[in-house]
């Protein structure tokens, strides 16, 4: 028991509560089209935002006052006893975590992945003893101002080996806890101008990098998911990782799109002028749909404000591309949120993951019951019926002339017909 947590009980479904301290909707039991809702949402709490962020923003610094803020591994350690402690009052099935979230940076290349296989040993025997499973690792390759130009695209090919040394380490701890995937957020992956930077050449300094990451997980049998996540701007002015589009292109090219899946964020589809369901149905339907990161940004800032969860309507479209794919399978539901920088307190952290649990908990069930009473897939798929006749699968396989005479024989003059756009949204009103 660590003394940051030490009043607040371990949280339960009480639909009835009266107290703020219970899930009023999320019922880790509850059995939704033939799942529990725990396995269904597969929550993830990240160590970066809740753990290792002052509070800062870019006017003005640290307003969070923690005790295990410094840079020694005793402080790791009260770090990841007090982590472990919040996922165990809020009952996540997982956590997610940056090398720089964990451990302290060490004088050497050395020291740093010594630090880091300490702090890992100490989350396995945690886990071991009931903790949490691990979602995914991660390294931190942004923050550090070694990779201020860039990890896999820096113009310095000694950047470039210290980020895939970095990254192998990182891969290395995953695989020792177990985790269910592997991220890979090119933070600095882009340009700031591009008056000083060649393009050609750090898109297949990108590809190469990634192709390396595939080569290592199949060396060491890691059996998790590679998952890229895309954001189009922020930190840089242009990220290559731009959207769900861009990242498909961009594995086709270097032959991943069978490796790597995406871990897509809602805040990040804002930024790319998406909404979040788009950039889900779309990967879904390039069969690359892996994670989410579950966390939106104010509209009105237009930066990524990470903002917890707080809108159901949003929240149920997005699970229902997510259960029209088929549910999650090595991917879950990470909560790359954190809390405003005036949410002082302990309370706060808990707080607003059980708040955020409850909202996707709301979402998740809207979802599914508009999936079960599927009139919404009944309407699209009458409106495609056409397509099921044999002969305009044939006409596919045509040519233009014979598609011209065919129109002409037919005496074709087809009419549109309506969309029902707004009978459709009056449909989804019903469930959310
Ligand atoms: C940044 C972001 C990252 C990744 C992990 O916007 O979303 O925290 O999720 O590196
Ligand atoms: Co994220």
């Given at each position: 028991m660590t003394e940051f947590f030490a009043d607040i009980p371990k949280l339960a479904f009480q639909p009835d509560a009266t107290d703020e301290f219970a899930f009023r909707h999320y019922n880790p039991d509850e059995v939704i089209l033939g799942r529990r809702m725990e396995d269904h949402l597969r929550f993830a709490v990240c160590y970066w935002h809740s753990f290792a962020w002052p509070g800062g923003d870019p006017f003005g610094g640290q307003t969070f006052q923690r005790p295990w803020f410094g840079d020694t591994m005793d402080h790791a350690r009260l770090k990841a006893d007090t982590a472990f402690e919040m996922f165990r009052i809020l009952g996540v099935p997982f956590f997610c975590f940056h090398d720089a979230d964990v451990r302290p940076e060490g004088a050497s290349f050395a020291e740093t992945t010594r630090n880091l296989e300490e702090i890992t040993e100490y989350f396995a025997a945690k886990m071991e003893a009931g903790g949490p499973k691990l979602l995914w690792g991660t390294a931190n390759?942004?923050?550090?101002?070694?990779?201020m130009a860039g990890a896999a695209t820096n113009p310095d090919p000694d950047i470039f080996a210290y980020a895939a040394a970095t990254v192998k380490t990182c891969m290395d701890a995953t695989h020792r806890l177990g985790g269910a995937n592997y991220v890979l957020w090119g933070g600095r992956e882009g340009y700031e101008t591009l008056l000083n930077t060649d393009l050609r050449r750090e898109m297949e300094q990108m590809g190469r990098f990634l192709s390396m990451v595939v080569d290592y997980k199949h060396k060491i049998g890691f059996k998790g998911t590679i998952l890229v996540e895309p954001k189009?701007?922020?930190?840089?002015?242009?990220?290559?990782?731009?959207d769900v589009a861009t990242c498909y292109g961009f594995l086709q090219r270097f032959g991943l799109e069978k490796e790597v899946k995406l871990n897509i964020e809602q805040g990040h589809a804002i930024l790319a002028g998406h909404s979040f369901e788009h950039e889900l149905a779309l990967a879904a339907s390039l069969g690359v749909l892996g994670s989410i990161d579950m966390n939106r940004n104010d509209y009105q800032c237009g930066w990524d404000t990470d903002h917890f969860p707080n809108n159901v309507p949003e929240v149920a479209l997005a699970y229902y591309e997510v259960l029209r794919a088929g549910g999650f399978t090595t991917g879950g539901t990470n909560f790359d949120a954190k809390l405003r920088r005036q949410s002082l307190d302990a309370e706060d952290l808990i707080l607003a993951h059980a708040g955020a649990m409850d909202v996707c908990a709301r979402g998740l069930k809207a979802a599914a019951a508009m999936l079960e009473d599927g009139k919404l897939e009944a309407a699209r798929s009458a409106r495609y019926a056409?397509?099921?006749r044999p002969e305009a699968q044939a006409m596919l396989g045509s040519d233009l002339e014979s598609i011209a005479a065919d129109v002409l024989a037919r005496g074709l003059a087809p009419q549109p017909v309506s969309a029902r756009q707004e009978r459709l949204e009056n449909l989804v009103n019903r469930f959310v």
């Open positions: 390759l942004f923050s550090n101002r070694r990779f189009p701007q922020e930190p840089t002015k242009h990220q290559y990782d731009y056409g397509w099921d």
